[in-house]
Structure formats: C-alpha cells, structure tokens
C-alpha cells in the first residue's frame, strides 16, 4: 500500500491549503513555495504516487486533471499568455511530495523549460 502524504490531509481537509476547486477526481490548491504569480497543484484525490503507478483504470483521473488546468488557466487570467504544466517523476524528476501533482506554472515568461548543461 502507497504511504499518504500531506497531499491526502489537504484533499480531506485535515490540513489547511488555499484550495481553489475539488471535485470528485481532483483537487487543486496553491503551491506552498510559488515560483510565479500563480502556481498551483492539480492533485488526484486517489493516492498515485509517481507517474510510474498510474494503472490504465486512472486514465479518466489524469485527463480530469488536464480539463481542470485549462479552466484554472483562465479562471486566473493567463491562458492568452501562456502557461506551464509540469509532473515531475522520480530522483531525476526532482519529485517531492510522492502523490502525483500537475504545477501549472504561469503569469510571467518562464524561459526555457530546462538548462542545457553547456
Ligand atoms: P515536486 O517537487 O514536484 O514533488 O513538488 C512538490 C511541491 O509541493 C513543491 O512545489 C511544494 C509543494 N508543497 C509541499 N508541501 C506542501 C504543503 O503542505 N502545502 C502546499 N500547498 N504545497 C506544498
């Protein structure tokens, strides 16, 4: 069995966040460290980990994800200037917090997605 984080505590309300839409799939709230005017989580409310344990049953789950980051785009304002949606998996990914999150990422150019390393 997957271990909870605090993912789990936010979607269930144990724990405070500035959530900005739930529904019976997903959940979505602030990210606690903002690295751009807005940037929010776009959570499944059952517990995936990594992208590695999605199981093809999640396939309606992941999609809800995808609706839900275009209306959170508009609903904030930024869906004409564009935006970034990024999973991270894993060491290499840089993943945290090991309950799948989509970051929508936007209101200020983001540059290139990653360094090159030369
Ligand atoms: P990642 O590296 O993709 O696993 O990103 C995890 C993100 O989760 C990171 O940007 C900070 C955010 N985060 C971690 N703990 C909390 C929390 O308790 N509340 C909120 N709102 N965000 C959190």
Same mark, same amino acid.
């Given at each position: 069995?997957?271990? @909870? ?10 724990? #405070? ?5 739930? !529904? ?5 709230? /602030? ?5 751009? #005017?807005?940037? =929010?989580?776009? =959570? ?11 199981? #093809? @049953? ?5 999609? %809800?994800?995808? =609706? ?5 785009? %508009? !609903? @904030?304002?930024?869906? !004409?200037?564009?935006? /970034? ?5 894993? !060491? ?11 970051? &929508?990422?936007?209101? %200020?150019? &983001?540059? %290139?997605?990653?360094? /090159?390393?030369?």
């Amino acid at each position: 069995m997957a271990e @909870e984080t605090i993912f789990s505590k936010i979607i269930s309300k144990e724990i #405070p966040a500035d959530v900005l839409y739930q !529904d019976d799939l997903v959940t979505v709230f /602030r990210d606690i460290n903002p690295v751009a #005017p807005t940037h =929010v989580l776009i =959570v499944p409310n059952k517990l995936i980990p990594t992208v590695n344990d999605i199981e #093809p @049953e999640d396939e309606v789950t992941l999609g %809800r994800m995808l =609706v839900v980051a275009k209306k959170i785009a %508009r !609903d @904030e304002g930024i869906s !004409d200037d564009g935006y /970034r949606l990024i999973i991270n998996c894993g !060491d290499h990914g840089h993943q945290e917090v090991m309950h799948i999150h989509m970051h &929508l990422v936007g209101g %200020r150019p &983001l540059g %290139r997605m990653i360094k /090159r390393e030369t």
